[in-house]
Nanobody, 123 residues
Framework: QVQLVESGGGLVQAGGSLRLSCAASGRTFSVGAMGWIRQAPGKEREFVASITWSGATTLYTDSVKGRFAVSRDNAKNTVYLQMNSLKPEDTAVYYC????????????????WGQGTQVTVSS
């Protein structure tokens, strides 16, 4: 079993920054590519960013390109999401997720989910 625990959410003004962290524990050898998915009130879940196990490849949804950066530290079993120039439309619950595949993150069907952390951006 793998547990993913997010931290770092909160309330920030538009234009501000937050860094989310997601720490994996348990059978961490089965954690491969990881990603962030968010869900705003009344909306569907949305892929935000992903990173392969090696860290060599990152992907972002268009709306966050140039503002968000995903990274990971495998020695700490932790993935990060640095969010800059935040906008009110970034307000959502942000979920960390992981796939067992080291090369491919499957946002619609990850193998493991975190419990989510709230990010609220005020205008």
């Amino acid at each position: 079993q793998v547990q993913l625990v997010e931290s770092g959410g909160g309330l920030v003004q538009a234009g501000g920054s937050l860094r989310l962290s997601c720490a994996a524990s348990g059978r961490t050898f089965s954690v491969g590519a990881m990603g962030w998915i968010r869900q705003a009130p009344g909306k569907e879940r949305e892929f935000v960013a992903s990173i392969t196990w090696s860290g060599a490849t990152t992907l972002y949804t268009d709306s966050v390109k140039g503002r968000f950066a995903v990274s990971r530290d495998n020695a700490k079993n932790t993935v990060y999401l640095q969010m800059n120039s935040l906008k009110p439309e970034d307000t959502a619950v942000y979920y960390c997720a992981a796939s067992q595949s080291r090369a491919v993150f499957r946002p619609t069907s990850p193998d493991y989910w975190g419990q989510g952390t709230q990010v609220t951006v005020s205008s």
